[in-house]
């Protein structure tokens, strides 16, 4: 198969393992800067054009689009699709994921575990938007955040409602999240391709931090996950309509609940510490999934 990685940099390690493993299994692999794809829209024969010359030939398309250029990605992206090549995982599945409330309403829609989370936008709706997620301590998160920037645990009522104020004063939509302290500053990563969780590792926060994310200093280990968190992990990838996916899940006092779906998930952390080959496996998926001219909507929303 010819596969197109669309990416910014062909040096990230999950870009490197994407071509390595495609390439080893005797595929033609070519990393497409994703701001350097421009394309055609008018024309009867969708066309996206890189460095002067049409793209053409391609098989399948693997997005590893970062949050910062999702809108732009998604564009690339759906071309690729009208013009009949597979995508890993599809456009509207990636957009509907980043939007963090969509991802949890549609989430919440089917019934999967999540925090118990509001929204609001006027300051005067926040004492009882506090009250309604069950009072402090509580998570506030800014919209955009990623990486765990824009997460903030406010211990105290007094504290929420500052922070939360500030929030809105400064004109960031946020959510408001119930506090899993049971989760011991832990979280699972769930790596899912197709309808399995083909690794799993846990995220520790590190001492005095309750945000695992590992660019904040958490680590991470091997972990066995429950049949229900797996179920919950596979279920939540589906909701969103994504193949391939990076659900992060708390264990909470009644069960497993989804925090995020992410839609391109980085290979290093989970491939070192699992020791699996899972850009292969998501070569693999390819290998059985991708045939020209397959796209198509799986979920709604
Ligand atoms: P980001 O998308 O920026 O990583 P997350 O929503 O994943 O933001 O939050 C970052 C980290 O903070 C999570 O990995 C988790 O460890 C911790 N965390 C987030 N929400 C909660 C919550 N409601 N209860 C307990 N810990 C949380």
């Keep these: 198969m010819k596969i197109a990685v669309l990416s910014r940099n062909p040096r990230l390690y999950s870009t490197r393992r994407l071509v390595e493993a ?58 690729f699709e009208m013009m009949g090549v597979y995508p890993l995982n599809e456009s509207v599945a990636i957009s509907r994921s980043r939007d963090k409330l969509r991802a949890l309403q549609l989430l919440s829609r089917k019934g999967i575990g999540l925090p118990v989370t509001g929204f609001a936008h006027s ?23 990623t990486q765990g920037m824009g997460v903030v645990l406010a211990e105290t009522h007094k504290a929420a409602e500052s922070v939360i ?30 309808d399995k969780v083909i690794a799993a590792m846990k995220r520790q926060a590190k001492a005095g931090e309750f945000r695992s994310n590992l660019h904040r200093g958490g680590s991470a280990s091997l972990i066995k996950i429950t049949p229900e968190e797996r179920m919950t992990a596979v279920r939540a990838a ?29 290979l290093e952390g989970i491939e070192t510490t699992t020791g699996k080959d899972v850009a292969g496996m998501i070569i693999q998926y390819l290998e059985k999934n991708a045939e020209p001219g397959q796209t198509r909507t799986k979920g709604r929303g």
């Design 22 to 79: 495609g390439q080893q299994r005797g595929h033609e692999m070519q990393v497409i800067d994703t701001l350097r794809a421009y394309m055609n829209i008018a024309s009867h024969k969708p066309q996206i054009h890189y460095r002067g010359q049409a793209l053409e030939g391609f098989d399948a398309v693997i997005p590893r689009i970062g949050a910062s250029v999702t809108f732009y990605g998604c564009a690339v992206l759906r071309q």
């Design 123 to 145: 300051p005067d709706d926040i004492p009882d938007l506090i009250q309604m997620v069950g009072g402090a301590p509580l998570v506030i998160k800014v919209l955009e955040g």
């Design 165 to 194: 104020e500030a929030f809105l004063g400064l004109k960031q939509d946020i959510m408001v999240q119930e506090y899993i302290q049971e989760a011991g500053g832990a979280d699972i990563r769930c790596f899912v391709v197709g």
């Design 238 to 266: 589906r909701v969103m309509g994504l193949n391939v996916a990076g659900v992060d899940i708390l264990r909470s006092n009644h069960g497993p609940l989804v925090m995020e779906v992410n839609s391109s998930p980085g």
